[in-house]
């Protein structure tokens, strides 16, 4: 697989595993509203699991902070409803480059409540998982309350190594070559990227992040 091919896909359009479109691309700028009304379609569990407090919604900061990113020290993806022209925001997955440890990047993935178990949220994170490796990530690095069992045996299951910190999972991740590459492949091979990246071929969860 080309890599530097992978990192040129500005968009693409893949199904769940129950067959719905969901379209993916990076976060920008004038995302700002679509990340808020996503919060809205959050449950309250699903807030704190993902911020580790009971937000209700994000600051002006905040919203500053997830949509004005460079995709390169900070990447962010964004899972939104298939052809809908409000946008309307299903999922996002992020990492953070550490400033005085460039190999290691904190991430964060969240899928609103109607959307879980769907495998929306293997989709995101195996781009995340692809986008750390072109960009010389080695670890990516998720902080999972002890309660959220569901993330922390995910994780586990995908080879992260865990170690309990205060009442939190630090969870590691290293980013290997094959750990999503059937995943990433299928990305690759069931979008017709080349001629129009939103177009779909015959076939075709949370952890914190500041």
Not at 103 to 131: C, K, N, P, W
Not at 148 to 157: C, E, F, I
Request: glycine letters at 8%; a negative charge; aromatic letters at 8%.
């Amino acid at each position: 697989m080309d890599g530097d091919y992978f990192g040129s896909i500005e968009e693409f359009t893949l199904p769940l595993r129950d067959g719905e479109l969901v379209d993916f691309r990076p976060v920008k700028q004038n995302d700002k509203e679509t990340l808020q009304k996503g919060m809205l379609a959050l449950s309250s569990k699903s807030r704190y699991f993902r911020f580790f407090s009971p937000i209700l919604k994000l600051s002006d900061t905040q919203l500053c902070d997830f949509t004005e990113i460079d995709q390169q020290n900070h990447v962010a993806w964004i899972a939104l409803a298939h052809n809908e022209p409000e946008d309307r925001g299903l999922g996002i997955a992020r990492f953070i480059r550490i400033q005085d440890r460039p190999e290691i990047a904190e991430f964060g993935v969240a899928v609103i409540d109607s959307y879980q178990r769907r495998g929306l949220g293997t989709i995101l994170l195996a781009v995340l998982h692809r986008m750390a490796s072109i960009k010389g990530i080695e670890i990516l690095r998720g902080y999972v309350l002890a309660d959220n069992t569901v993330m922390s045996n995910w994780l586990g299951r995908l080879g992260a190594v865990g170690v309990h910190e205060n009442g939190v999972y630090r969870m590691d991740l290293t980013v290997s070559d094959d750990l999503f590459s059937s995943k990433c492949r299928k990305i690759l091979t069931d979008c017709d990227l080349k001629h129009n990246s939103q177009d779909l071929q015959k076939s075709v969860f949370s952890t914190r992040i500041n």
